[in-house]
């Protein structure tokens, strides 16, 4: 059985995001996220989804 949400490390390691850039997409709205105490909590599949949303590399541009 997997994981389905993670903690902002895991989050961090899973993306190869940094954890600005994971803030930076829950402030604007882009990346959901769950508070269990004082734990940020981000589902897996929600960080898939907005990773596949990102544009795709354009070499020479």
Same mark, same amino acid.
């Given at each position: @059985?997997?994981?389905?949400?993670?903690? @902002?490390?895991?989050?961090?390691?899973? &993306?190869?995001? /940094?954890?600005? &850039?994971?803030?930076?997409?829950?402030?604007?709205?882009?990346? /959901?996220?769950?508070?269990?105490?004082?734990?940020?909590?981000?589902?897996?599949?929600?960080?898939?989804?907005?990773?596949? &949303?990102?544009?795709?590399?354009?070499?020479?541009?």
């Amino acid at each position: @059985m997997t994981k389905a949400y993670g903690t @902002m490390p895991e989050a961090v390691q899973f &993306s190869g995001l /940094s954890r600005t &850039s994971i803030y930076e997409a829950l402030k604007r709205g882009d990346l /959901s996220a769950r508070k269990a105490g004082r734990r940020t909590l981000i589902a897996f599949v929600d960080l898939e989804n907005y990773l596949a &949303s990102l544009p795709t590399y354009q070499a020479g541009a």
